[in-house]
């Protein structure tokens, strides 16, 4: 039997990943894994107070924009915006279709010469599950994050669609290693507590930063964890009525690498910061 064992000295709480063992017919727990340490103290913002003005104000900008056009513009902008964010995503996994290729598919329906058949449903599985997400009423939980998963690996990749991986991965190229599959059930439970203590506290900014980056270092499936995190950001992001936020792919460097600096050193303020800078960025006409 595997399990988390948490031990609390001074202001810290150390994780260790445990197992059972047997000697001579008696249990005893053997220490796997050290899963570092959690400061108990009150935590430090990752935005200051003139980072959340400015986002206030795309907010505001963008509500009033919302309320002033046409909705059939505002629903063309929506779906040029899926088109776009679908792209980035996926060709941040690795997919070689091109911002025109995804707009075929998508917007006119022609599957493009030469593209696998995997690679155009990666395509449309991914605008599926945007649209899931955007329609979607209820709360951030288990059950809506195991169905988006399958949408979005439906007919790609059957084995992993909507699971919790029974496995242990590693993410090629980085120093990182997520949890091992035994801590999965521990580390999601620890992930939807600290969202339900911190969805009313957090500056929602950073309410949706944080969540990608909690849930794509957990590391939950088998495939698709970016992609459901970045979905998992827009989610908050719409709710609190934010304009969605898209990481551009040929910035995937510098996002890979404040998501790795925040994962080794366990930290938060490289990632917020760097999406903080990517939003005004996306967004200046509203600032």
Same mark, same amino acid.
């Given at each position: 039997?595997?399990?988390?064992?948490?031990?609390?000295?001074?202001? *810290?709480?150390?994780?260790?990943?445990?197992?059972?063992?047997?000697?001579?017919?008696?249990?005893?727990?053997?220490?796997?894994?050290?899963?570092?340490?959690?400061? &108990?103290?009150?935590? !430090?913002?990752? &935005?200051? !107070?003139?980072d959340i003005?400015?986002? %206030?104000?795309?907010?505001?900008?963008?509500?009033?924009?919302?309320?002033?056009?046409?909705?059939?513009?505002? %629903?063309?902008?929506?779906?040029?915006?899926?088109?776009?964010?679908?792209?980035?995503?996926?060709?941040?996994?690795? #997919?070689?279709?091109?911002?025109?290729?995804?707009?075929?598919?998508?917007?006119?329906?022609?599957?493009?010469?030469?593209? #696998?058949?995997t690679e155009?449903?990666?395509?449309?599985?991914?605008?599926?599950?945007?649209?899931?997400?955007?329609?979607?009423?209820?709360?951030?939980?288990?059950?809506?994050?195991?169905?988006?998963? !399958?949408?979005?690996?439906?007919?790609?990749?059957?084995?992993?669609?909507?699971?919790?991986?029974?496995?242990?991965v590693a993410?090629?190229?980085?120093?990182?290693?997520?949890?091992?599959?035994?801590?999965?059930?521990?580390?999601?439970?620890?992930?939807?507590?600290?969202?339900?203590?911190?969805?009313?506290?957090?500056?929602?900014?950073?309410?949706? #930063?944080?969540?990608?980056?909690?849930?794509?270092?957990?590391?939950?499936?088998?495939?698709?964890?970016?992609?459901?995190?970045?979905? &998992?950001?827009?989610?908050?992001?719409?709710?609190?009525?934010?304009?969605?936020?898209?990481?551009? *792919?040929?910035?995937?460097?510098? *996002?890979?690498? #404040? &998501?790795? %600096?925040?994962?080794?050193?366990?930290?938060?303020?490289?990632?917020?910061? *760097?999406?903080?800078?990517?939003?005004?960025?996306?967004?200046?006409?509203?600032?």
């Open positions: 039997m595997v399990f988390i064992r948490t031990k609390k000295i001074g202001k *810290y709480r150390y994780k260790y990943l445990v197992k059972t063992v047997y000697k001579n017919r008696k249990p005893k727990q053997e220490v796997i894994k050290y899963m570092g340490k959690e400061d &108990l103290t009150k935590i !430090k913002p990752n &935005l200051s !107070k003139e003005i400015k986002l %206030d104000k795309i907010k505001d900008n963008f509500l009033s924009e919302k309320k002033r056009i046409p909705r059939l513009v505002f %629903d063309k902008n929506l779906k040029n915006f899926l088109v776009k964010y679908t792209y980035n995503t996926n060709a941040i996994e690795g #997919s070689a279709l091109t911002l025109r290729e995804t707009s075929l598919i998508l917007q006119d329906k022609i599957a493009p010469k030469g593209r #696998s058949l155009i449903r990666e395509a449309e599985n991914h605008a599926k599950a945007f649209e899931f997400m955007y329609r979607y009423k209820g709360e951030l939980d288990k059950e809506f994050i195991l169905k988006l998963h !399958k949408i979005l690996m439906g007919d790609v990749n059957d084995e992993f669609a909507g699971k919790i991986r029974g496995f242990n993410i090629s190229g980085v120093v990182f290693k997520p949890p091992q599959f035994e801590a999965l059930s521990y580390e999601l439970k620890n992930f939807f507590k600290w969202y339900s203590a911190n969805k009313k506290k957090l500056p929602p900014f950073e309410l949706a #930063s944080l969540v990608h980056l909690k849930f794509v270092t957990i590391h939950p499936f088998g495939d698709g964890n970016g992609r459901i995190s970045r979905l &998992l950001m827009n989610f908050i992001l719409k709710n609190k009525e934010f304009p969605m936020v898209d990481i551009p *792919y040929v910035d995937r460097q510098d *996002y890979y690498e #404040s &998501l790795e %600096d925040c994962q080794i050193n366990k930290i938060e303020k490289p990632f917020v910061d *760097y999406l903080n800078k990517e939003y005004l960025k996306e967004y200046k006409e509203y600032s």
